[in-house]
Structures are given as C-alpha cells and as structure tokens.
C-alpha cells in the first residue's frame, strides 16, 4: 500500500496513505479531541483555498481527512511525481509547511431550535432515567452546552458533535428505530447529533428541529460542517410550526 509520512506545522506527524486509485486519507493522529479538529479543519481550509489540478472533493473525519480526485487530471498536471499517489502527496505535503495563522477562524458557531419531549422527542424519558435527571434537568443541560460537530456522515449532513456534558450519556437503543424522522435529535453515548432526514437509527430520539439539515439545493448542502460550533436552543411547538411554515 502507498504511503508517505510528513509533519504539520513542524512537529505534528501526517501519515498520507493511498485509499483507492482515486482517493488518499491523511490521518493525523489518534486521540479524537476539539485540538486535532481545529487542525484537520484548517488544513482542509488549506487545501480548498490551494487546490490541486484534479481535486475533487474532501471528506472530514475524527482523525483523518479524506481527498478525492480524478487521476487523468493528476496525470496531466505538473505536480511532481510518477503515479498519483505521489503527485497528490506532494502538492498535500506542500500545504502542510504552510504556517497556521493564529488568528484564522475555522469555525462558524449556529444556534439550532429544538422542540423537547412529547411526539417530537420520545427517549427523552428514558434519558432522564438513565441519569437521575428529571426531563427539564435534560432540556437544560442540552441547551447550555456547546457542541463541535466533529465529522459529517451515516447518511448525507448528520452530524457527529461532540463536547456533550458527560451527565447526559446514554447508551444507543439495543434495537434501532425502523424510522427516525427527519430533523431529530438524539444521544448516541457521550455524542449528541441531529438525523437530517427519515432513516432508521438507533440514537435516543430527545427532540426535534424545524430547520432543514440538508438541502441539495443549496450551494453548502449540509447546514453543518466539521468545526462548526453548535448550541441547542429550546422551542414550543407553536414556534416549531412557525419555523417549518417558512
């Protein structure tokens, strides 16, 4: 398998490794934590604002950063190198001895209205009694914490977030749902995330928002990308309605 190993920033190691014939992951450590995010968030910024010929799409990840390209367009370019893996190696290694700008801002922080309980949140019950917490405790603890969203995946814009307050963790469902419905959100252990659409799943169902998670339409379809920084802030269900009529 192709592989390279270089430095971010001087001294933090990236291990590049050939994914398929048209991708390659950087992997940039082990431990998942808001430092290693802030970095794969940044060089990703990097690579977007100095793409190579041939790049198509990047993937964020806890660790790691996923680049996918078209080979013929890779061939073609000047990039140094006999294969692609080494071309694209290159301009990625190229990009990691760029110096980070302290002030850069990585992040965009979002408030997202949820309605709690009721039909909109049906385990919100059971993750009060799996905590010792009354359900007003839950709904407050929820919406007073920030959340970083820490990778995109499952199904098309669910968000991963971390940063949960530890009082909240529950276990996922020992049997999943046949159908979550679109815009819940839930509590997978220590993580907390929001289903951008209808599709089974086993997370804690504590609430409900009214915005759209993902639209094709719009030129960022996912309303959420890694490093964003998230708050929870609890709605009625008039207001649920209102949101949704727009």
Known sequence: ??????????????KIYGLS?????????????????????????????????GLITTVPAYTTLTVFFD??????????????????????????QTKREKTSKIASKL??????????????????????????????????????????GFVPGFAYMGGMDIRLSTPRKEVPDAKIPTGSVGIAGNQTGIYPMETPGGWQIIGRTPLKM???????????????????????????NAYAEI
Do not use: W
Not at 1 to 14: C, H, K, R, S, T
Not at 74 to 84: K, T
């Open 21 to 53: 014939e048209k991708s390659v992951t950087i992997t940039f450590g082990t431990a998942i934590d808001n430092d290693l995010l802030g970095l794969i968030t940044y060089f990703n910024q990097l690579l977007l604002q100095n793409p190579f010929s």
């Open 71 to 96: 080979p013929v367009s890779v061939m073609l370019s000047d990039l140094p190198g006999e294969v692609c893996f080494e071309k694209v190696s290159a301009h990625l290694n190229k990009i990691a």
């Open 111 to 152: 408030i997202i209205p949820v309605c709690y309980g009721g039909d909109f949140g049906q385990d919100l019950s059971t993750v009060a009694r799996t905590n010792k917490l009354s359900e007003t405790e839950v709904i407050d603890i929820h919406t007073v914490g920030q959340y970083i969203v820490f990778m995109i």
């Open 214 to 240: 993902f639209d094709v339409n719009r030129s960022q379809p996912s309303l959420l990308k890694g490093g964003d920084i998230v708050t929870f802030k609890a709605i009625g269900v008039k207001e649920f």
């Open 1 to 14: 398998m192709n592989e390279q190993v270089g430095y971010f920033e001087a001294d933090i190691p990236l």
